[in-house]
């Protein structure tokens, strides 16, 4: 069974920087794709990022050359480097996994695994 929890949330200032990170447990993060979302409240989550089990990565044009998302498969450790934060990236930022490969990488619906979430918070 897929775990996934989250960690590395907190509150900074515009211009500052956060990582997060997401710890696997239950499977081989190897053989994931794996995303980062976000979510306010009163809308849906969107995708912020994805690196899938190749390697290769996707953004958001929101955060693009912002952010970046990595992972260690040694570790079974999935991160997203956040630098220059804007207020408009306050968000709960959720980690999602999925064992399939995935057509559409920033629908939430695509991912069968999800973590609770860790809160950012850019003022």
């Known amino acids: 069974h897929v775990q996934l929890v989250e960690s590395g949330g907190g509150s900074v200032q515009a211009g500052g920087s956060l990582r997060l990170s997401c710890t696997v447990s239950?499977?081989?993060?190897?053989?994931?794709?794996m995303g980062w979302f976000r979510r306010v409240p009163g809308k849906e989550r969107e995708g912020v990022a994805v690196?899938?089990?190749?390697?290769?990565?996707r953004y958001t044009e929101f955060v693009r050359g912002r952010f970046t998302i990595s992972r260690d498969n040694a570790k079974n450790t999935l991160y997203l480097q956040m630098n220059s934060l804007k207020p408009e990236d306050t968000a709960m930022y959720y980690c999602?996994?999925?064992?399939?490969?995935?057509?559409?990488?920033?629908?939430?619906?695509?991912?069968?695994?999800w973590g609770h979430g860790t809160q950012v918070t850019v003022s």
């Open positions: 999602a996994a999925s064992t399939r490969s995935i057509p559409n990488w920033a629908r939430q619906y695509n991912y069968e695994y």
């Open positions: 239950g499977y081989d993060a190897l053989y994931l794709c």
């Open positions: 690196n899938n089990r190749r390697g290769t990565t």
